[in-house]
């Protein structure tokens, strides 16, 4: 029998995949969208049901009871209230306004290394490798300072840009959000739950492309590539900054060998963009496979993948451009319905996880 339990199971287990397709199982995570204290009171006043129980918990198992007497009612039940409720969501965000304050930010850079955590950066950099306490205390001038607000920054920008890319789809008819938050699941695209990630094409994974095509590593090709064009740079400086000083100088030079240089590295990249375009699979269990041990999940997840062609460094900026987001997701949302279950679906496998994995997941690319 699969009751409350069974399905309380499956999610914990992060074992998703069932959910996708089991109406009782959509109307368990459904349910579970509205177990917040003020939801909750709103449903049963508007709906006139009587719940005996008084906690939260306990009103979940007793909600979901009552809806299983008739699922396909209960599911449309749920689905007009969440409707209406994040209409009224909807309607307290001010996204021109918000957008607005996206744009102020000008430059993206944590100022570290963020693969960890903040602090697991700051204990690595400094508490751990700093005896003088008076040497600590001036890096705060010099570094930790500086560091810490390109933290603050960023993850404030990730933030709010995320808000306003939810909301375009949470505007969509076919989109059922999960009003208040749950984990690995952030609306539902005609019944399909997903999690939503907004990313760039991995730099990782372009070197791993350029590997497998037989092209050398961007920035020995670009040291080279220098040297033949008598361009100096700071060899002591970090790769990052390597490259950067290599390009603007190029950029600067622009001369014919240069210039040829710069559309040979854009081109490489641009064929490994176009075959992830049309395969969409390729990059999809590429990102499941190289996820964040810390984050891991096996859920339903729907990729924004923007790319900016002129600068991939740039795509960033992405994020806010509503006047490129908004017609692609629309779009995307609109044609939904010709998606096959069997051409989302992909198997994939983690280090140190001992079975393989099952998940429905697509790719939307915004590519500038």
């Known amino acids: 029998m699969k009751d409350f339990n069974y399905w309380k199971k499956l999610y914990e287990s992060e074992k998703l995949e069932e ?14 969208s509205i177990i917040r204290k003020e939801l ?14 008084t906690a939260l918990a306990k009103q979940f198992i007793e909600l979901f009871d009552l809806f299983c007497k008739d699922i396909s009612k209960s599911n449309k039940l749920l689905n007009e209230f969440i409707k209406t409720e994040n209409q009224k969501q909807v309607q307290t965000l001010d996204t021109t306004q918000l957008v607005s ?15 960890n955590s903040l602090d697991k950066y700051l204990v690595s950099r400094y508490v751990k490798v700093h005896k003088s306490f008076d040497t600590l205390i001036s890096k705060f001038e010099t570094e930790i300072n500086i560091a810490v607000q390109g933290y603050v920054l960023n993850s ?11 909301h375009i789809f949470k505007s ?92 040979t590295l854009k081109s490489e990249k641009l064929e490994i963009l176009k075959e992830v375009q049309n395969n969409p699979k390729i990059l999809a269990t590429w990102l499941y496979e190289n996820q964040g041990e810390m984050r891991f999940g096996s859920e339903n997840r729907l990729f924004l993948v923007l790319v900016d062609t002129d600068d991939f460094n740039n795509s960033w900026k992405l994020k806010r451009n509503l006047d490129l987001l908004r017609p692609t997701i629309l779009s995307y949302l609109d044609n939904f319905q010709n998606k096959k279950t069997d051409d989302l679906k992909v198997t994939f496998e983690f280090k140190g996880k001992p079975h393989p994995f099952t998940a429905l997941t697509d790719i939307i690319f915004v590519v500038k």
């Open 19 to 32: 959910f996708s397709n089991d109406k009782t199982g959509l109307l368990w995570l459904k349910t579970k």
């Open 172 to 263: 969509h008819p076919k989109v059922l959000p999960t009003v208040g938050q749950i984990k690995s699941v952030d609306f539902f695209i005609n019944d399909v739950p997903f999690d939503l990630k907004v990313t760039y094409l991995p730099a990782e994974y372009i070197k791993d492309k350029r590997k497998e095509k037989g092209f050398s590593v961007e920035l020995t090709f670009l040291k080279k590539k220098a040297d033949e064009a008598q361009i100096s740079f700071d060899k002591t400086a970090k790769p990052s900054d390597i490259f950067y000083e290599i390009i603007e100088k190029m950029k600067d030079k622009n001369d014919e060998f240069c210039l040829d240089v710069l559309t």
């Open 156 to 166: 404030w920008y990730n933030h709010w840009s995320s808000i306003v890319i939810e």
């Open 101 to 115: 304050e996206l744009y102020k930010l000008k430059n993206f850079e944590w100022g570290g290394d963020y693969q």
């Open 40 to 53: 909750i009171s709103e449903f049963i006043k508007v709906n006139e049901i009587t719940l005996y129980e």
